[in-house]
């Protein structure tokens, strides 16, 4: 496979991290193994990185993942092994499970997702059948992927407090539908398990809270191998009751934006950094590409057309955007062919399971590729990121991805403890500025 | 890899048992997820299983696996993966791991292996160094591999109640030395962890035992899906205070090995099998490979001479054999250019990460290979043991490999049981016929 490269010039202080990490492997993962013993793993969960070739950071945690099927077929033996121990958590008494898809039944990529979880999940010795939430559904749909792969969306029943279809009665409920348009009465108060809890949904998951917990996370990790915690963590400020419709809020959004680009300045500053500070403003729940903008100072804001403004102001399910998390940018130096290239790593229980690149083509390579729901290439990582090579360079692929693979773990650690903290207290109220 | 096969005609009971394993993978992996919950999973495993067309059975369950290095290199992240759930529970709080290998300093292979499980522990975040038992050696000896690795053997120190190497202070001692010589003062009253524990050795453990707690886990087994036990487990029988020098107690070896050779002739009439049976007559303890022979007949225990008398005597480190295992024997009918192949299971805590066909060769396709330590020629699987294909005959690569899988990790089991027995019952009285 040809790897992507880091088109910065000045990428020292990331090879330094990467340095760092390798040599302390043993530390690491030690430390990691301590943590798992504190807090409550997600079921499962994807983290988008971006590396700039000086910083290398998450900046979306993703607890209902959806590209399974990216991953190299070589290594999905990964998953099933780390699918068992996850499901050990789950049914001891027995083995059926119901996965409830997101209702995307024309995004075939989507599905080939489905498809290649429910292959992992029976592997690993699971009844799996997919339960369907499409509200039109009365009858079993089956479905023909391009891939040759097929599924069977079954219409869900529920009768008193438990979920079933059929002839099929499940332990558990496996969410693979990340709950943007609320949380469906058909899933409230059920006996049965729910795997990721109805919690980490958009419904109620806000941005703020996990990457409040990930800079817990990210200042004890950079504690322990001697980092500056910034070279792997983005500023980030949340507002609270803004509306881009009635521009209302804006003031908060502004002075977030102008806020965060005054403290990357003094970071690149420190740094030797010549590039030009951005930041990301984005709904602070819901799934990432939707209400999102990028920003170089805050009086942009006020100057936001009609189309922007709506564009800001709702996101997938039409929800209306009322929290804004606003974090800096970092910019993505890794390319291929001309390509940006964004790697996102893929985790079951606490294992990385694999990874692969989100390959921006202006042009696709295959324009079929480029189909509503698919808008990059995969690309998928040709070496676990748990194989380290100590006689290759710091940034050569296997330790790149085992670097990606530590970071990705920390974005899941800060899952965990946001989830904890949800908890603890139930009904978030939104800190502004 | 092109797959041994089976030569035997008769192979509807294999098959059938294959049908049946790979149909009940949903209750066979939630059966196995119970099992662990109660008992204690060794911290690794081989299994080295017989295929007879008509009987599929574990026939020797070594705890100090020896050929991590036959393993297909491109499943060892499974090894590196399952070797960080394994590491999970020993040094909680710390990451440095004492490794003691067998005295084979001339065995490039088994140094091989030492090598891959160094390197496995290694990615799998942990210090790792060598400790030798070797009496000579008093400063680090460096070792360098045909295969281009290198090994460092350390001279083993202690100080009170610890073992250290020079400058590195292990929390666990990881065997890979079966103790076949007896536990040395060393490794005695340690403060350290011990794994596995020093009863697992062969100063203690009796393959009785070990297929006594089998004979409950594979009757537990075949009852979960309805076959005859027989299918998957060889009949056995002990003798103790057997002399072979001095010919005492070949009584109890031949009424033994008459008593199984009339049990297997009943089944193989109830089954219609024409093949001529035989048993295993071997040391109670020690190392497959030494002081065992086939016997088709008790009275031919009589009429041993000196030099097949001194063959059973004594095995590994001289140890003088007293016990006596006599087990039915399982024909070999698979096989590979005309050459019998055995396969043999790998397991790291309770995941089968792997396995490999001990092919037997009259003459070696490459006579360097039939070099001492090493009397075959490994063929490593190309699929793992858990991804199974439904689309495939039962007896298809993928399939067979994982019914192989299954097998092994009852034995696996049968080990877990016989350990926790043992340490009810430390001071074992071996069973008399």
Redesign the interface.
Known sequence: MPVPHLTHALNAPTLDLEKRILAA??????WF??Q??HHTVPFYCSVDLRNSGFKLAPVDTNLFPGGFNNLNP?????C???M??A??KI??N??NVLLIPENHTRNVFYLQNIAMLQSIM??????IRIGSLLPDLDQPLPVLLPNGDSLLLEPVQREGNRLFTRDFDPCAILLNNDLSGGIPEILQNLEQIIIPPLHAGWATRRKSWHFSAYDNVAQDFADLIGIDPWLINPYFISCGKVDFHEKEGLDCVAAGVNEILHLIREKYAQYGISEKPFVICKADSGTYGMGIMSIKDGAELYKLNRKQRNKMATIKEGLVVKNVLVQEGVHTFESIHQAVAEPVIYMIDR?VVGGFYRVHTGRGIDENLNAPGMHFVPLAFDT?C???DPTARPDAAPNRFYTYGVIARLALLASAIELERYLQTPLPVLAEV
Do not use: D, S, Y
């Open positions: 492997k043993p530390t690491i993962e030690h193994r301590k798992w013993q070589t290594f999905i033996p990964l099933i092994q780390a068992m121990i499901v050990e049914c001891p027995a083995h029976q592997q690993a010795g699971m009844n294992h676990t748990m194989q380290t």
